[in-house]
């Protein structure tokens, strides 16, 4: 049941816009530096992990992308052997 529910969170976090969730991490950080350990504190502590966690995903396949495009095209190992 947990794995679900993560996985259901992390579908609705990856739906949000990132240009706004950028804008948003720094009210988070204040937030969270600022505030007192209590249940608003723990949220605004949870929101900016997600956030941050869609920079580090969005950095990761940027990273990859640039690496696919980099190795150059595959070519085929197979031949015509008769036309």
Do not use: C
């Not at 530096?33 to 920079?55: C, D, H, K, M, S």
């Amino acid at each position: 049941m947990i794995p679900e529910a993560l996985e259901m969170i992390a579908d609705r976090v990856l739906a949000l816009d990132d240009a706004e969730l950028k804008n948003l991490l720094n009210h988070y950080k204040a937030r969270m530096t600022q505030g007192e350990p209590n249940r608003a504190w723990e949220r605004a502590v949870i929101a900016y992990f997600l956030i941050n966690g869609v920079r580090v995903k969005n950095a990761l396949k940027r990273e990859k992308l640039q690496r696919f495009q980099r190795e150059p095209d595959r070519v085929s190992h197979l031949r015509l052997v008769k036309a």
